[in-house]
């Protein structure tokens, strides 16, 4: 069974930063892609950012040129990097592992807060 502990969310002022970290237990983790959803107030889940096995990143175009994600395998460990944070990043961030190989599991974390006040 697969554990995704998150941390590093609360509350900041805009144009400020935040780092989250999400520390995933089992050995999966190197056989997987890792990344960061969010969930604002009163919409749907979607994508921040994600990193592939070989360290390919992708982002969301609302994110690009502020956000950077990173994977330590050692560590067993993801982490997002928020840089000139704006109020519209305000949401519940949510770490996600995502198998591979069979059978394709995904797995979440139970979210952190990122609030940003204007």
């Known amino acids: 069974q697969v554990q995704l502990v998150e941390s590093g969310g609360g509350l900041v002022q805009a144009g400020g930063s935040l780092g989250l970290s999400c520390a995933a237990s089992?050995?999966?983790?190197?056989?997987?892609?890792v990344g960061w959803y969010r969930q604002p107030p009163g919409k749907q889940r979607e994508l921040v950012a994600s990193?592939?096995?070989?360290?390919?990143?992708n982002y969301a175009d609302s994110v690009k040129g502020r956000f950077t994600i990173s994977r330590d395998n050692a560590k067993l460990t993801v982490y997002l990097q928020m840089n000139s944070l704006k109020p519209e990043d305000t949401a519940v961030y949510y770490c996600?592992?995502?198998?591979?190989?069979?059978?394709?599991?995904?797995?979440w974390g139970q979210g952190t807060q990122v609030t940003v006040s204007s």
């Open positions: 996600w592992v995502g198998l591979t190989m069979y059978p394709y599991s995904n797995y």
């Open positions: 990193i592939s096995r070989g360290g390919r990143t």
């Open positions: 089992g050995s999966i983790f190197s056989s997987s892609s």
